[in-house]
């Protein structure tokens, strides 16, 4: 494929058409789209999900939300067991009416807090924590049970929670173009005086603490299509996916 667009069509999750591609309807599948911050999973996995008929599961923003839930209740890693109980007790799950889904916590939408600064700054800490992956996964099969036709992006999908997924992806572009994505994003938002060299530096310690992390560390599956989306436009992301999918499982 050749890029027809910028790369900040990608990063900005710029959503296209509804054009759905029909499963039949009682046909499970769930495919998995892993890969690190900034390679634009989400609303990459959003609008395939929309084109194949698929629900969507983002399973990044439970643990921003588990994030969220530490700082705004003063608890902190160093303490895991109260951070996991309390999480436990938010009892974490999706509205599935709205478009994407919103998560709730403690019956409450939380998603409008779990894009804050100090939430980014923490996650990855707080993903790292072992209990709390393991009560993460538990949630994410059931639910991949309750949604059987799923498409479910993060860091661990392909290898740790969904490991016979029909079709993996692994979304990757280099930490220079995911830099610029951002630095994009916070100037179109508003914000003033991005630094693009420290963004780039953000991007570089998480990935490293994502990648060397004991549990569930990001992985690139050896059965994952590795897509790299340094040059390519969000369509052509979204088109090169489906059309694997539409191959693997309708053989067209």
Request: with cysteine; net charge neutral; hydrophobic share 40%.
């Amino acid at each position: 494929m050749t890029s027809g667009a910028t790369a900040r069509a990608v990063g900005g999750g710029l959503l296209r058409s509804r054009r759905v591609c029909v499963i039949p309807p009682e046909r499970p599948i769930i495919v998995t789209v892993d890969g690190p911050a900034g390679t634009g999973k989400s609303s990459v996995s959003r609008e395939l999900a929309h084109r194949l008929g698929l629900d969507f599961l983002d399973t990044g923003a439970m643990y921003r939300a588990a994030t969220a839930i530490m700082l705004d209740k003063g608890l902190t890693i160093s303490q895991p067991d109260p951070l996991v109980a309390t999480v436990m007790s938010a009892d974490l799950h999706f509205d599935w009416t709205q478009d994407p889904p919103v998560i709730l916590a403690w019956e409450q939408p939380i998603d409008h807090r779990i894009r804050d600064a100090d939430v980014t700054e923490h996650v990855s800490p707080v993903s790292a924590i072992r209990e709390l992956r393991e009560h993460m996964v538990i949630k994410q099969r059931i639910i991949g049970h309750q949604h059987p036709r799923l498409v479910t992006e993060g860091r661990d999908q392909g290898s740790v929670v969904f490991p016979n997924a029909e079709v993996k992806f692994f979304l990757w572009a280099t930490p220079g173009v995911r830099a610029r994505r951002r630095a994009e994003q916070l100037r179109a938002s508003g914000v003033q005086g991005v630094d693009e060299a420290r963004l780039r530096e953000e991007i570089e310690v998480r990935d490293r603490s994502d990648s060397t992390r004991a549990v569930g560390p990001l992985v690139c599956p050896q059965d994952a299509i590795r897509i790299d989306t340094s040059d390519l436009s969000f369509d052509e992301v979204v088109t090169a996916l489906e059309s694997a999918v539409r191959t693997r499982v309708l053989g067209s």
